[in-house]
């Protein structure tokens, strides 16, 4: 198994920056891809990015495209996202997620992203 760990959410103002990372332990040779997630009270959850964790090759919702840029340090098996131009509607839990051979696992425990207007 691959443990995850998320951290760098908090409370910004519309317009401002953040910073996710995500370190992951374990089984992490089983990795395909890493990738972020998030969900809005009362929404499903969403996919945000993704990477490929041999090629570096990236993926981002349309929602996300041109703000948001996802990267690894494969050295130190850890994941960002680097969240600029921040929106009201980035409010959310920020999950980070592992995908194997079986598909995506279940995520770690998630970090808050507030945006106030």
């Known amino acids: 198994q691959v443990q995850l760990v998320e951290s760098g959410g908090g409370l910004v103002q519309a317009g401002g920056s953040l910073r996710l990372s995500c370190a992951a332990s374990g089984r992490t040779f089983s990795t395909y891809y890493m990738g972020w997630f998030r969900q809005a009270p009362g929404k499903e959850r969403e996919f945000v990015a993704s990477?490929?964790?041999?090629?570096?090759?990236?993926y981002y919702a349309d929602s996300v495209k041109g703000r948001f840029t996802i990267s690894r340090d494969n050295a130190k098996n850890t994941v960002y996202l680097q969240m600029n131009s921040l929106k009201p509607e980035d409010t959310a839990v920020y999950y980070c997620?592992?995908?194997?051979?079986?598909?995506w696992g279940q995520g770690g425990q998630g970090t808050q992203v507030t945006v106030s207007s």
């Open positions: 990477i490929s964790w041999r090629t570096g090759s990236t």
């Open positions: 997620n592992h995908h194997s051979n079986t598909g």
